[in-house]
């Protein structure tokens, strides 16, 4: 059995036992960040397929910060 990521915790926690509209994604789009919902994040995503889970720096629930990358 292989063990979840954080991220997948994270968002595997969001979107079955929590309010996924509290969370918010940053992620690297070229040079720029991009904040979006949660929601949003999974659609323009595409479930990871479009946006890989390398380029997001930053999850927030509300203001509290849930997942940084290290050097961001």
Same mark, same amino acid.
């Given at each position: 059995?292989?063990?979840?990521?954080?991220?997948?915790?994270?968002?595997?926690?969001?979107? =079955?036992? +929590?309010?996924?509209?509290?969370?918010? #994604? $940053? =992620?690297? +789009?070229?040079?720029?960040?991009?904040? #979006? $919902?949660?929601?949003?994040?999974?659609?323009?995503?595409?479930?990871?397929?479009?946006?890989?889970?390398?380029?997001?720096?930053?999850?927030?629930?509300?203001?509290?910060?849930?997942?940084?990358?290290?050097?961001?």
């Amino acid at each position: 059995m292989t063990r979840k990521g954080r991220l997948e915790e994270i968002f595997s926690k969001a979107l =079955y036992a +929590d309010d996924a509209a509290l969370y918010s #994604v $940053s =992620y690297r +789009d070229f040079e720029n960040i991009v904040e #979006v $919902s949660l929601q949003e994040f999974l659609m323009l995503s595409e479930n990871f397929t479009l946006i890989p889970q390398n380029r997001i720096l930053l999850v927030k629930k509300n203001q509290q910060v849930l997942y940084q990358k290290h050097g961001y």
